[in-house]
């Protein structure tokens, strides 16, 4: 049985990638080593490293201006780094309460003592939709926080909020080459990879040059300027981790890079957004143009059939499309690894889960 990982993250990766993987892994290159076994010094990881900045570079369309740096301890580090390194005028910040992850990245910014004012909150709408953004007041923030696209929720911006009067930073963690935005319109981005790029243990952070280098002796391992001069390597770098994103970086390319990305997962999460504004059984809560290409949710209103769905499509080979446990109900994670397939299945098995419980009702 084939099976479909709809996991939010970790997740799914693309096939070819894994093979290559498995391939790679006794001897890469014929050295007679590993990839988890050679040095970060070594001229095979070197070039490994090169390769994959200079890749996300073209995908993205990065402009020269902007820094690419590879960190560890996940988009949650930066939740601290971030603020430490870019909130050095004001010390205050906008943020957007989109959900879980924007709450999660206000509350880090507290902890180091930076101020933060939540211009609006879609909190009362259980974030069905995006919070949306009147007016910024000039000359008050270092920057406003989003996050892109609300894995939990299943929202995500397609229109970026107007920041004409300070930076945008935004956490894009769980639509990072999935859809296409300007690089140019943030100050800063962070991702993990392990939801769009690849492993755990990996974070991509992308910043223009002129905003860092302002804050003396910051913790070394959350310094952008510092990470910047040494290029990612102050200390041993997460090896496989980006290895692994090079690949898929490699991938990805070869797929027709992030616009054809952003075409396909609007084709898959449209397959399943049309079956479920049709159900008579299951419905997606968020308003229409709120929604995330990546994470869809979905709920059938009731939780233990909603328990029957998750536990019957696992037996399909469906699985993880249980959703999280602060929304409830469904959620399939449909990044760009997902093939077409596997929707087509997940709506297939949605459809005589409708309905079988028809009949039965
Ligand atoms: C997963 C996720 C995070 C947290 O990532 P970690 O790597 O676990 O720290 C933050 N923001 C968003 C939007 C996420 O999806």
Not at 81 to 95: E, G, S, T, V
Not at 130 to 159: C, F, M, R, V, W
Not at 285 to 314: C, H, M, W, Y
Request: glycine share 8%; net charge negative.
């Amino acid at each position: 049985m084939t099976i479909y990982n709809f996991s939010a993250g970790p997740a799914t990766m693309p096939a070819e990638v894994i093979q290559e993987i498995k391939n790679d892994l006794p001897s890469y290159k014929n050295s007679g080593m590993s990839v988890m076994e050679i040095s970060h010094r070594s001229a095979l990881f070197e070039e490994i490293f090169q390769k994959a900045q200079q890749d996300m570079r073209d995908l993205l369309k990065i402009p020269d201006n902007y820094q690419v740096l590879f960190f560890q301890g996940g988009c949650t580090l930066q939740f601290t780094a971030a603020p430490l390194n870019l909130a050095n005028k004001y010390h205050r910040i906008a943020l957007l309460d989109s959900g879980h992850w924007a709450e999660r990245a206000g509350a880090e910014a507290k902890r180091v003592g930076v101020k933060v004012d939540v211009l609006d909150s879609s909190e009362k709408d259980h974030y069905t939709k995006l919070p949306s953004l009147e007016k910024l007041q000039k000359d008050t923030y270092d920057y406003l926080h989003i996050t892109t696209n609300n894995t939990i929720e299943g929202t995500a911006y397609t229109q970026l909020p107007n920041t004409d009067t300070t930076e945008l930073v935004g956490d894009m963690s769980s639509n990072f080459m999935g859809q296409r935005y300007d690089v140019k319109q943030f100050g800063a981005i962070m991702a993990g990879a392990q939801k769009n790029l690849g492993i755990a243990g990996l974070t991509i952070v992308i910043v223009r040059d002129d905003l860092i280098g302002k804050v003396p002796n910051l913790p070394s391992m959350l310094d952008y300027q510092l990470f910047a001069k040494k290029e990612s390597m102050f200390n041993t770098p997460p090896v496989f981790a980006i290895y692994a994103a090079g690949l898929v970086l490699q991938w990805l390319k070869n797929q027709g890079g992030i616009d054809e990305m952003e075409h396909r997962n609007r084709q898959k999460s449209g397959l399943l957004y049309d079956f479920l504004d049709n159900s008579k059984l299951f419905e997606a809560p968020v308003i229409k143009k709120d929604r995330s290409l990546t994470n869809v949710v979905f709920v059938t209103g009731n939780p233990e059939i909603d328990q029957q769905v998750v536990s019957q499509a696992a037996e399909s080979g469906l699985v993880n499309i249980k959703g999280h446990r602060l929304v409830g109900g469904m959620r399939a994670s449909l990044y760009n690894a997902m093939p077409y397939e596997g929707v087509e299945h997940l709506v297939d098995f949605l459809k005589n889960f409708e309905k079988n419980y028809r009949g039965k009702h």
